[in-house]
């Protein structure tokens, strides 16, 4: 292990909450809550002022709305979290070329790789730069942990939110993680939580205690072994760069679930193609193709196929993964969907995919029809509408419009050609031919509210209701956090 802190953890704070709070002043300080806002909707972020209502991700909307009666509700806007979060990453990449990003808004950075830092001074320099420069960047703060391994950066950075600083100095690992509950260390949920309770092991300290040989008795081998080591600090795991890593994958989780299979398998095909496209970007390719899906009750399975050779064919990659899909019941909804390929090798062997050839032929007559649709995002998917709370909205908005025209429109396949029907999400952007820029607080019973304010709007704006198919109004698009610089201007006086 090394011994200077130069593992960095970043963690964007409540991230897509923020960004809301950021984009709309209005919510500013505000109990916001951001993720699916149908009947089986599930909690994605929940801003700071929110969790003190013990609402949290992963908790059914439902619950939340009963915990947080007057929290703004919000559909989640991906495309600008994405925009964001390269920002993010570039920053990241900047200083060093290991740059492991987990999620969106959170990753390891290697800084001894970067020849940035060498030892705590100079580590605890570069993450004290590096939040000023996401902050100025994106107008987000996000937390730093830095240690001298991963465990124990990704630790500090969830002791430094929100919005901190904790560098873990080498060598106070074990004293830090002692008193700890056993919850800390990675990979220790309920369950296992409980069964070493039962055990009488409540802390990091009594794992340690407790001895390599308990712990493989308890929970097996490989758990048991891989925990005792955490437990003592002891993590060797390096830092890993896209380009070194032995896959290569992407996901996306919908806000809603999807129901429609045509739409999964849609799906399915674009996350294929985003996955390869990363691969090539990467100089690679790979045997093993891995669906993955997480349903509407959270169950999460994946499948593989492991192909005769490595490859980097769209056609391949997707083929594969179609047939996985096919064996998997998705009737109840789906939540999130990933497509990967392991296995990875520098180099390819086109020859040995016979198909590959005629399915790719096929495929890019059908993927050129498909291209607009590809564009039209999922976010919208299902049934939606109302944004509860919103204390001081002047005619309101108003919650579950069950059987509104909009919503029955919903339910439709995205069509290449016409343009889908406009649907009001709460959180989403709208333009009115007179009033500007603005963000639907709610809709419902064919009337959508509407806040006039942007994120450089200095006091919350005000808030007008329309029709639903008003001709003034028309979806928007979501304005950078941070006011673009304009052209230096001769101001007078
Ligand atoms: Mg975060």
Request: hydrophobic share 40%; net charge negative; charged share 25%.
């Amino acid at each position: 292990m090394r011994t200077a802190p130069t593992i960095l953890h970043l963690d964007m704070d409540a991230f897509y909450a923020s960004a809301e709070q950021a984009a709309k002043p209005s919510l500013r300080g505000k109990a916001v809550v951001v993720g699916g806002v149908g009947p089986r909707g599930v909690v994605a972020t929940a801003s700071y002022e929110a969790r003190r209502f013990g609402v949290h991700s992963a908790m059914p909307t439902g619950q939340a709305r009963r915990l947080a009666p007057n929290a703004a509700f919000l559909v989640p806007r991906f495309h600008l979290y994405r925009e964001i979060s390269e920002q993010v990453m570039a920053l990241l990449r900047a200083l060093s070329p290991l740059v492991e990003p987990l999620s969106l808004d959170e990753a390891f950075v290697d800084l001894e790789a970067g020849e940035v830092a060498w030892d705590a001074a100079s580590a605890e320099a570069v993450g004290v730069r590096l939040r000023a420069d996401i902050r100025r960047v994106t107008g987000l703060t996000g937390s730093v942990g830095l240690a001298a391994s991963k465990m124990l950066a990704k630790i500090a950075s969830e002791e430094a939110k929100p919005n901190g600083l904790v560098l873990i100095p080498p060598g106070t690992e074990r004293a830090l993680l002692g008193p700890r509950s056993v919850r800390i260390l990675p990979g220790v949920g309920p369950a296992t939580g409980d069964h070493l309770r039962r055990a009488g092991i409540l802390t990091v300290a009594e794992i340690a205690e407790a001895g390599e040989d308990e712990l493989v008795r308890l929970l097996g081998k490989s758990h048991g072994a891989h925990l005792y080591a955490m437990a003592l600090a002891h993590d060797d795991r390096p830092v890993v760069a896209e380009r070194d890593s032995k896959s290569v994958s992407v996901e996306d989780t919908y806000d809603v679930d999807i129901h429609d299979r045509v739409r999964v398998r849609m799906e399915v095909r674009r996350l294929a193609e985003r996955c390869v496209e990363r691969l090539r970007g990467a100089g690679r390719s790979g045997r093993t193709v891995v669906l993955k899906v997480r349903r509407y009750d959270f169950s999460t399975l994946t499948r593989s196929e492991t192909l005769r050779g490595p490859t980097d064919d769209p056609a391949v990659v997707r083929e594969a993964a179609a047939r996985l899909l096919e064996a998997v019941d998705t009737t109840g909804g789906v939540r999130l969907l990933g497509v990967g390929v392991s296995g990875l090798a520098d180099y390819t062997q086109e020859d040995l995919f016979a198909q590959a050839a005629h399915a790719a032929e096929e495929a890019e007559a059908e993927a050129e029809a498909e291209g607009a649709a590809g564009a039209a995002e999922v976010e919208g998917a299902g049934e939606a509408v109302g944004v509860s709370g919103g204390s001081e909205a002047g005619g309101g908005p108003v919650g579950g419009a069950a059987g509104d025209a909009q919503e029955a429109a919903g339910g439709e396949a995205a069509d290449p050609v016409e343009p889908a029907p406009r649907r009001w999400l709460p959180g989403h952007d709208v333009r009115h031919a007179e009033f500007g820029p603005g963000w639907v607080q709610g809709s419902g019973l064919g009337r959508v509210t509407v806040r006039f304010e942007t994120p450089y709007s200095r006091v919350p704006g005000r808030v007008r209701t329309f029709l639903v198919d008003d001709p003034d109004l028309e979806v928007g698009e979501p304005l950078p956090l941070v006011e673009p610089l304009k052209e230096a201007s001769a101001e007078p006086g």
